[in-house]
């Protein structure tokens, strides 16, 4: 499995961002999906996931109401639309499958695209 994320960027308080997972293989409609991100000097958290039928969704409490996490598998694509974006959500964001749900883990993930959110 190869994952390619994009779509990150500089954005201002309040703004928006949609992130973009591209996935390979033939078996992505059958992975768990996830997101996860790493501050500067911290650990890397779990940030929302999605099952593979995509009717099911779990977020960090941190962004519950703000970050939506969709998935397309007809295009291999897993997206994270952010709004309401604050200064904390700046990190590293990455794609990954999800090898646990219960408590999120990931095994392939993808390189990470930057986030920052300025004051």
């Known amino acids: 499995v190869q994952l390619q994320a994009s779509g990150g960027g500089l954005v201002q308080a309040g703004g928006s961002l949609r992130l973009s997972c591209a996935a390979s293989?033939?078996?992505?409609?059958?992975?768990?999906m996830g997101w996860f991100r790493q501050a500067t000097g911290k650990k890397r958290e779990f940030v929302a996931g999605i099952l593979w039928t995509g009717g099911v969704t779990r977020y960090a409490d941190s962004v519950k109401g703000r970050f939506t996490v969709t998935r397309d598998n007809a295009k291999n694509m897993v997206h994270l639309q952010m709004n309401s974006l604050k200064p904390e959500d700046t990190a590293v964001y990455y794609c990954?499958?999800?090898?646990?749900?219960?408590?999120?883990?990931?095994?392939?993930w993808g390189q990470g695209t930057q986030v920052t959110v300025s004051s």
């Open positions: 990954a499958r999800l090898t646990d749900w219960s408590s999120p883990r990931g095994d392939y």
């Open positions: 293989g033939r078996s992505f409609s059958e992975y768990n």
